[in-house]
């Protein structure tokens, strides 16, 4: 591993954001993707007991963050285009679930349970919270 060195004042800024203590964190690599910190009590760890010090990247999507309800909402609108509904015949029905129905209809592949979105959709069409599948 290289040599940390001490953050600009920028980079304690960034390192605050995401929760990490700038004085206690070195950089080791900055990128415009990513920084890469390593805690200075790992690397004391490293030098007396020999265990590796282990790193941190701290991603940087300043681009691609949604900075306010409507561009989430339009984010949301997008996804809903990319799972155009298609409505199963009832015999393809028989035997599903309501949440595998849902589904299969949208096209999802992944348990949209977990995704807030999707849950107030089912709610909108079903009247109930979803059960994981």
Do not use: C
């Given at each position: 591993?290289?040599?940390?060195k001490h953050?600009?004042?920028?980079?304690?800024?960034?390192?605050?954001?995401?929760?990490?203590?700038?004085?206690?964190?070195?950089?080791?690599?900055?990128?415009?993707?990513?920084?890469?910190?390593?805690?200075?009590?790992?690397?004391?760890?490293?030098?007396?007991?020999?265990?590796?010090?282990?790193?941190?990247?701290?991603?940087?999507?300043?681009?691609?963050k949604i900075?306010?309800?409507?561009?989430?909402?339009?984010?949301?609108?997008?996804?809903?285009?990319?799972?155009?509904?298609?409505?199963?015949?009832?015999?393809?029905?028989?035997?599903?679930?309501?949440?595998?129905?849902?589904?299969?209809?949208?096209?999802?592949?992944?348990?949209?349970?977990?995704?807030?979105?999707?849950?107030?959709?089912?709610?909108?069409?079903?009247?109930?919270?979803?059960?994981?599948?």
């Open positions: 591993m290289k040599n940390g953050p600009t004042l920028a980079q304690k800024k960034f390192m605050k954001s995401h929760g990490l203590d700038p004085e206690d964190h070195l950089v080791v690599k900055n990128t415009q993707e990513f920084l890469e910190v390593v805690s200075k009590t790992a690397l004391k760890k490293e030098k007396l007991q020999g265990i590796r010090a282990r790193t941190k990247k701290l991603y940087k999507y300043e681009e691609n900075e306010t309800v409507a561009d989430n909402q339009k984010a949301f609108a997008d996804t809903i285009k990319r799972h155009q509904y298609h409505p199963l015949s009832e015999t393809e029905k028989q035997g599903l679930t309501e949440e595998e129905i849902f589904r299969k209809e949208y096209g999802l592949y992944t348990d949209f349970v977990y995704h807030r979105k999707w849950v107030e959709k089912f709610k909108e069409i079903y009247g109930r919270e979803p059960k994981p599948l």
